[in-house]
């Protein structure tokens, strides 16, 4: 009987201590969200977020792309620079951050980073620093 228990023992150690395979790697899924929105982002829109596009004027935006959760928006905006000049332009804006071009009177295009501060309004910086506070037309 006690050789039984051993057998027993010694076969459940040999297969609980056997390697087990890692299991595969999960498949990267493929999107076409970037991380990061670009300026030139506002240009064009891909096919791909073309058959998400979105149109309602009830909202600010003029027009929205992606899924829920990952929408990017694209806004008419004005507001003034730090010289206390106006501004206007557009830009497209994924969760919290955003790019876009700015205009104004003597200057026709300035490429600008944003981000939100508050309900239609955003901060906004160029490539040399300087801020502009902006609002969603």
């Not at 490429?111 to 609002?135: F, H, M, P, R």
Request: charged share 25%; proline share 4%; with cysteine.
């Amino acid at each position: 009987m006690q050789k039984n228990y051993s057998i027993l023992l010694l076969i459940f150690i040999f297969f609980s201590c056997k390697e087990t395979d890692s299991p595969p790697p999960l498949p990267k899924i493929n999107s076409f969200y970037k991380s990061a929105i670009t300026a030139d982002d506002r240009k064009t829109i891909t096919p791909e977020e073309a058959r998400t596009y979105h149109v309602n004027k009830t909202y600010h935006y003029e027009y929205r792309t992606g899924n829920p959760g990952n929408y990017e928006y694209n806004y008419d905006v004005k507001g003034i620079n730090n010289a206390g000049d106006s501004v206007c332009g557009n830009i497209n804006v994924q969760g919290k951050y955003g790019a876009g071009v700015l205009t104004t009177d003597t200057v026709s295009e300035i490429e600008i980073n944003t981000e939100w501060i508050s309900y239609g309004k955003l901060k906004a910086t160029d490539k040399k620093g300087n801020e502009y506070q902006l609002i969603v037309k």
